[in-house]
């Protein structure tokens, strides 16, 4: 994705993490668990094994947001 205009305002602005989520995924932007899922689907990797690593990947974001 590109970075664009649009998105910088949301940033300087101070928009949400959900908010911001929200514009990359309507822009074509494929988020950790779709991804995998993807990847399920394919074969490469198991759902237990995205899940594992998504809940992991979410737990550290919401760890570093507190602090």
């Known amino acids: 994705m590109d970075y664009t ?3 910088k305002n ?3 602005n101070g928009k949400s993490v959900f908010e911001i989520e929200n514009l ?3 822009n074509g932007m494929i988020n950790l668990e ?3 899922i993807f990847k399920v689907i394919k074969g490469i990797t198991t759902l237990d094994e995205v ?3 998504v809940k992991t990947k ?5 760890t570093t947001m507190k602090q």
């Open 5 to 7: 205009e649009e998105l």
């Open 34 to 36: 779709r991804d995998g």
């Open 58 to 62: 979410f737990q550290d974001s919401y």
């Open 51 to 53: 899940y594992r690593y």
């Open 10 to 12: 949301m940033l300087l």
């Open 24 to 26: 990359t995924l309507q």
